[in-house]
């Protein structure tokens, strides 16, 4: 997994990006009509229900924009909101607050349902012992606010890219000429660069299972695609060996059922790539 310091450089990018995309030559909407020396007060409304993120973003976010402004918390990532809370004020340069205003609240809208769906899986294998995980499968630019809003939600974060785990699916099987041989390589590979990288390793049927088994190294087996019942197969032969990770389609209807097969991990690309904005808004007090 990426560093603290990687991560706080990801989130730093993504601010400065963020606000060059959308300020550009300046506001100009607030340079025409609020003088230079105004200062106002607004409030984080919530007009939905969920779980909320991106508190500590926004902080980042305004700190940025204008190291003067000053922020009141009074709801933290996590907590649990309904319509009418406010999760924070910010006071200062009225000029500053309009100027930072649409990436608080894009980011915080998108976190916030990250974390309320992942929320909502974290509560379905309450008792399982499985944990949640996501995916790749993120919004380009912006997949360490999507991490983050995992693991704000309760989830666990997957690898972070493509260059902090060795994920070999069934593709890279494929063209390497079968799984010994993609699981051989590698491990060379990681030994010849001096590399201290985890390998997770996909497997399409038992048969595949029984393959990797027979080659030490790997942290993980991805059981891609399986039914309960041979997902319940596949955990037993792997034992003690390594962990296990089941995916491939599984939804709300069913992740209950494949974390009772007894897998370690469950990863679902859904906790980033479906969800629905939870409904915020910064407003002038």
Not at 17 to 29: F, P, Y
Not at 188 to 216: C, F, M, S, W
Not at 263 to 275: N, R
Request: aromatic share 8%; net charge negative; with cysteine.
């Amino acid at each position: 997994m990426i560093s603290e310091a990687q991560f706080n450089k990801e989130i730093d990018l993504i601010i400065a990006n963020a606000i060059r995309e959308d300020v550009g030559d300046g506001d100009h909407s607030s340079l025409a009509c609020i003088p230079i020396s105004a200062t106002g007060k607004a409030k984080l409304l919530v007009k939905d229900e969920g779980v909320l993120a991106g508190v500590e973003f926004a902080k980042k976010v305004f700190n940025f924009v204008d190291p003067n402004m000053h922020i009141e918390v009074l709801l933290q990532d996590g907590s649990y909101v309904k319509y009418g809370d406010i999760a924070f004020f910010v006071s200062g340069s009225s000029q500053s607050i309009l100027k930072a205003e649409r990436l608080v609240l894009n980011a915080m809208q998108r976190m916030s349902a990250i974390a309320t769906k992942t929320n909502y899986f974290v509560k379905l294998l309450d008792g399982t012992g499985t944990k949640i995980l996501d995916t790749r499968k993120t919004t380009p630019g912006i997949r360490a606010l999507e991490k983050w809003a995992v693991k704000i939600g309760g989830g666990e974060n997957h690898r972070f890219a493509l260059y902090d785990m060795v994920m070999l699916k069934d593709n890279h099987i494929d063209f390497a000429g079968g799984i010994t041989k993609a699981i051989e390589k590698t491990k060379k590979y990681l030994i010849d660069n001096d590399l201290d990288l985890r390998i997770i390793v996909e497997a399409r049927d038992l048969d595949e299972i029984k393959e990797i088994l027979k080659t030490p190294g790997v942290y993980r087996i991805l059981i891609d695609n399986f039914d309960y019942e041979d997902t319940r197969k596949a955990v037993a032969l792997i034992g003690d060996t390594c962990l296990t990770e089941s995916s491939g389609g599984i939804n709300e209807k069913t992740v209950r059922e494949y974390a009772e097969c007894g897998v370690d991990y469950i990863s679902s690309g859904a906790l980033t790539h479906s969800v629905y904005n939870l409904d915020l808004s910064l407003k002038a007090v």
